[in-house]
C-alpha cells in the first residue's frame, strides 16, 4: 500500500480514539487547507466509529467484513483507525454489507478557520 495522502488521526488530539470514541477533540485549523484536512478527518472517524459499532452488533470480524468487501484486511483496519483515507466506494461497500451506516450527520465540532494564523 502507497503512502497515504494524510492520515486523518493526525488531525486529532486523541489519534488512538479515531473511529472509536464517540466524541474526539479536533486540532485548531490554521488554514482553510487544514480546515478542509480537519472536517474531512472527522467525516472518516464518523464513519468508521458507525461501521466498527455496526461490526460488533453483527459480531463479524474485520476480516470477515474486509473479505465480504473484496478489500484487504491491512487496508481496511488503517482506514477504520485513520491511517489511511476512507474512500466514497468503502462507505457505499459498508452500507451495502453492514447497513445502517449512511445518514444524518451530528453537527460538526470543526472550528472554521478566521484568517488570521494561530
Not at 40 to 62: S, V
Request: proline share 6%.
Amino acid at each position: 500500500m502507497t503512502d497515504p495522502r494524510f492520515r486523518p488521526r493526525a488531525y486529532t488530539h486523541e489519534p488512538g480514539a479515531f473511529g472509536k470514541a464517540a466524541i474526539i477533540e479536533w486540532i485548531l485549523p490554521a488554514s482553510a487547507f487544514v480546515q478542509d484536512r480537519v472536517q474531512a478527518a472527522w467525516l472518516q472517524h464518523i464513519y468508521a466509529a458507525r461501521i466498527t459499532r455496526m461490526l460488533r452488533k453483527k459480531k463479524m470480524t474485520l476480516t470477515a467484513y474486509a473479505d465480504t468487501a473484496g478489500v484487504g484486511y491491512d487496508r481496511m483496519s488503517k482506514v477504520l483507525r485513520g491511517e489511511a483515507v476512507m474512500r466514497l466506494e468503502d462507505l457505499a461497500q459498508s452500507e451495502r454489507i453492514l447497513g445502517g451506516i449512511l445518514g444524518p450527520l451530528p453537527e460538526s465540532p470543526v472550528r472554521a478557520w478566521d484568517g488570521d494564523d494561530y
